[in-house]
């Protein structure tokens, strides 16, 4: 019996090429499946981050402004971390934030704040040389930032 066993176990040889080949065409298979799903989990979940840190930036604006009544009393617009407003809003957001944050999803952009004559803050995303918002975020997100 043990000399069968050692006949046996001598008589093993390696994978032949066309296994190989076989199983690594199944792992690019594979790869190719899994991919784009990890792909769209990673945006996903950098959108999700820019909505909550507009929530943040949201409630910090609601915070200065029902602090100091005159900083609503006409429209502001306020671009981070660039803080060009005279009435000092950006100053007192940043103020409040530990950190101001970065857009993820949208990485070329910057978070800017709206606050209108009537209190009505809007947190979204804006080009470095624009005067309004291009993506809202906060209160609502814009359709491309939805699930």
């Known amino acids: 019996m043990v000399k069968k066993v050692k006949k046996v176990l001598k008589n093993n040889r390696g994978f032949s090429l066309i296994e190989l080949i076989v199983v690594i ?24 981050v820019d909505i909550a840190n507009a929530t943040i930036i949201a409630n910090a604006a609601a915070a200065v402004v029902a602090a100091d009544n005159d900083l609503a009393s006409s429209d502001k617009f306020v671009i981070f971390p660039d803080n060009e407003d005279d009435d000092g809003l950006g100053e007192a957001i940043k103020n409040t934030l530990q950190k101001v944050p970065s857009p993820k999803y949208e990485s070329s952009k910057k978070f800017a704040v709206k606050v209108t004559s009537g209190g009505i ?27």
């Open 121 to 147: 803050i809007t947190v979204g995303l804006a080009d470095a040389s624009g005067n309004d918002i291009a993506t809202e975020l906060y209160p609502e997100p814009h359709s491309d930032y939805e699930d």
């Open 25 to 48: 065409a199944i792992i690019g298979v594979l790869a190719g499946i899994a991919a784009p799903n990890i792909i769209n989990y990673v945006n996903t979940s950098r959108k999700k």
